[in-house]
């Protein structure tokens, strides 16, 4: 397109945004209900200053064009993704506005048919590109969101409880892969370090499942712990789990491992030289209260 | 003239602290000394304590390892004390587990453990087995 034909194209848009609006409004009703939810005046605001910044893309010089109008799509595509739009929808924010503007380019153009040809595959190309921009933003947005969340999950769910003196505990929950193994065993190592703990359970009751490689992984984690001169005891191995650790043939080594938290617990207080001990008969404490 | 580690002797038993980034040639040395020491004075226990090593790399892993193997064929129980996290981390991902080598916390703890040599972990296993938490308070 010649910038004879944009300048024309810009001020057909100048005159006749009214129309435009109005029109592109109605196609996107007609579109139907959408899962995100937005309000009608943000959504005329929206399409007003899409229709402003297309325009000035239309008419600006191919160095800059469109910077403004695509930062534009990119926070409408973003904050869409959080409020729950999907992709489509976003897209079709952005495709919905071809109808309207062809009505209006093939009035304009008419006569010329040739022009109107040219005219329309311009614009046609760069609306979808457009269109495409806001489905790439959104997926970039939620891949940001997984990675976030990810990196929380590292954090939050490797937390290392001190139980009693020198007895440490390491619940762990969710499927341990090499990652979560890093950040678990540096954590306890440095805990042990910290607490001066020589005796430390790992807690998989939220483990899954355990296949060789959630084995070798715990295996190293304990081994490290002994190398360090703390003691590691492998505790809430469901029946399933014993099951397949056997049939897989991993090997344990000399790990104590105890099917419970409490079992485990018991054998890390004798290591301790400690004991629970009842004070009161069954049920004294609590019928007292 | 080449740095040497000393080794101290603490009645029965040698006291090794390595306080300098561990090269080759030292950690070889270390070996030559303490295994002469040890045959010289008799000592029952060794104890190293690496509180201060930062960096290590798959060599002065076996040799840690060999020097514990011989101190064992010499009859001296030998403790390695006060690993770093970083360091056991490394030693294990080079598949460095020192089995037989025992280990303790600090140069305390590995000193009573060379005092009164600890009950098998295995047997505290087997022993939690036959009691549960009732069983114990009966007996108070």
Redesign the interface.
Known sequence: MNNDLKARIASLLEEQQEMLLSEWAQELQAQGRQQGAISDKDLKQQCKEFLTLFRDAVQGEEGGKGENLRNMLGNLARSRAENGFTPTETATFVFSFKKPLYTVLHKEFSKDSNTLIEVIWGVNQSLDRLGLYTTEVTQSAREEVIRRQQQDMLELSTPVVSLAEGILALPLIGTLDSARTQVVMESLLQTIVTTGSTVAIIDITGVPTVDTLVAQHLLKTVTAARLMGADCIISGIRPQIAQTIVHLGVELGNVITKATLASAFKIALDMQGMKISRVAPVGAMTSKA | MMDRIPILRMGQFLLVTIQVDMHDRLALALQDDLTTKISETGATGVLIDISSLEIVDSFIGRMVANISAMSKILDAQTV??????A???T???LGL??PGVR????VE??MALLQNPRVN??S??Q??DEE??DD??NQ?
């Open positions: 390695i004390v006060g690993m770093q996290p360091v056991a981390i030693l294990v991902e587990s020192l280990t303790a916390l600090d703890r590995g972990m295995t505290y296993a022993a939690g549960n938490f114990s308070d108070n």
